[in-house]
């Protein structure tokens, strides 16, 4: 089991900064992506950004450019910075942990709420 605890969530004015913080403990997967997703009231949860172990990193497109994903050094904690925040950006966010082998694991975090708003 992995347990995953979130924090950094809140209210930004637009064009503010926030950052995300997920710590996970627990048998991590070897082999894994860790990332954040989002979902909006009514809409679908969607992937934020993430980094796999080996280091590649993925973003949504919405956010490239936007956002930096990043891991602590032990690989344990993954980190999202947002800068230039925008009222679309407002969303519960998930932070996730999958395996990328067998056995498929996948665990997420309570959700952090993030609104943009003046």
């Known amino acids: 089991q992995v347990q995953l605890v979130e924090s950094g969530g809140g209210l930004v004015q637009p064009g503010g900064s926030l950052r995300l913080s997920c710590a996970a403990s627990g048998r991590i997967p070897g082999l894994n992506f860790m990332g954040w997703y989002r979902q909006a009231p009514g809409k679908d949860r969607d992937l934020v950004a993430g980094t796999f172990s080996g280091g590649v990193k993925k973003y949504g497109d919405s956010v490239e450019g936007r956002f930096t994903v990043s891991r602590d050094n032990v690989g344990n904690t993954v980190y999202l910075q947002m800068n230039s925040l925008q009222p679309e950006d407002t969303a519960v966010y998930y932070c996730?942990?999958?395996?990328?082998?067998?056995?498929?694991?996948?665990?997420w975090g309570q959700g952090t709420q993030v609104t943009v708003s003046s």
């Open positions: 996730n942990v999958k395996s990328l082998g067998r056995p498929l694991e996948e665990y």
